[in-house]
């Protein structure tokens, strides 16, 4: 390669350019990285938050944000649980500034995730306050639920932030194809079920209506409506959403078959979600064990993530590319004086 001196002004600029593109790239690779490892982490703590509720170690603080007035309380199990969640979240909280700050300092990366960046910070924010309602409320069932959809609403939001920097770090901004409007359709329609399934869902366990019907199939001795007001309306209306949101699952896998960057992943969806419904009919059957509560509890979290990366690929592909190249070479130009 010519040594800097050797080259002409555009020959120079050019490589600057080309040289701050790779340093971008290299960035949002690492970055990258960085949120999806958090995007691992929120998923456990979804799943710690829901063993702390079916362990019944909500209000084992009894106080927000300290436990019995202090940052470090003497341990039992319950309290050992309930502390170690919220010490778990503050830990995130940190790592997930951190990641935020550097990547909003980049240009390049700020106008490809900023105001995904920025929409973490306030979900993550109202999900501190309704951690801390969820306590001072002592767990009534609105905060319940409302921090059950906004801590996925996190981790979704997170693997945006992921999905771009990495397909930013590869160079393809957008998506080779673009997906046709009907499948983008289907898409949408399995994320708005899924959302108020997950709604339905922490009412029913908020509402301890998990055996409001015992039986399943039927929702008691054979009789599959016997009711829809109070807790067996809910626990008949998780059920029914739950069996169309399957059915608009499966349709979009099917549907999806010849679309390469969708078919894997819609698949995946509709494979998770027949899981799921084992996994809810289980928790009937024995009764809602704890185990299964927290595999039920996991699993919908798992959707949420695969969900979200469907409307990511369905949607960005409407999306224009984004100008990197004209910030590298701003940048370089600026560099080059
Ligand atoms: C189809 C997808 C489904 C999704 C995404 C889903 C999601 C959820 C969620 C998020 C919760 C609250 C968990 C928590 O608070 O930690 C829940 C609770 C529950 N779900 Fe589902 N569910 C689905 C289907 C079903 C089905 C078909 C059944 C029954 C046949 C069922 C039975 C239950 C029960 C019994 C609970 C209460 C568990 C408890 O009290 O701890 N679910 N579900």
Do not use: K
């Not at 959809?149 to 990495?166: E, H, M, P, Q, S």
């Not at 959302?195 to 009412?203: A, D, E, H, P, T």
């Amino acid at each position: 390669m010519r040594h800097e001196s050797e080259l002409s002004p555009a020959e120079g600029r050019a490589r600057g350019s080309a040289e701050s593109l790779d340093a971008t790239r290299a960035r949002a690779r690492r970055l990258g990285a960085g949120f999806l490892a958090l995007v691992a982490a929120t998923f456990g703590l979804i799943v710690l938050g829901a063993l702390v509720r079916a362990h019944g170690a909500g209000l084992a603080c009894p106080d927000w944000p300290l436990c019995f007035g202090e940052l470090v309380p003497r341990f039992d199990f319950h309290i050992a649980f309930e502390w170690g969640h919220r010490a778990v979240a503050g830990t995130l909280s940190l790592a997930f500034a951190a990641l935020s700050f550097l990547t909003l300092r980049e240009p390049a990366l700020r106008e490809r995730v900023g105001a995904w960046v920025w929409a973490a910070v306030a979900i993550l924010a109202l999900q501190v306050v309704l951690g801390g309602l969820t306590v001072l409320h002592l767990l009534a069932a609105w905060t319940v639920t409302s921090h059950l959809v906004t801590g996925n609403a996190f981790a979704a939001t997170l693997l945006c932030i992921a999905l771009r920097l990495r397909a930013l770090a590869r160079g393809d901004v957008a998506p080779a194809e673009a997906t046709p409007p009907a499948l983008r359709a289907l898409v949408a329609a399995g994320g708005v079920l899924l959302v108020l399934q997950l709604v339905l869902g922490g009412l029913v366990s908020s509402q301890y209506a998990g055996l409001a019907c015992p039986d399943w199939p039927s929702c008691a001795d054979g009789v599959f409506f016997p009711s829809l007001d109070g807790v067996m309306g809910l626990q008949i209306a998780h059920r029914m959403n739950g069996y169309a949101l399957a059915a608009t699952l499966l349709a979009t896998a099917f549907a999806a078959r010849g679309a390469p960057a969708l078919a894997r992943l819609t698949a995946l969806a509709a494979t998770a979600v027949l899981l799921q419904i084992a996994l809810g009919v289980a928790n009937v059957w024995l009764r809602v064990p704890v185990e299964i509560t927290a595999l039920h509890s996991a699993g919908a979290a798992a959707l949420v993530l695969l969900q979200t990366a469907c409307l990511d690929v369905a949607f960005r592909s409407a999306l224009p590319a984004p100008s990197l190249s004209r910030n590298a070479g701003a940048a370089a130009a600026r560099a080059g004086g």
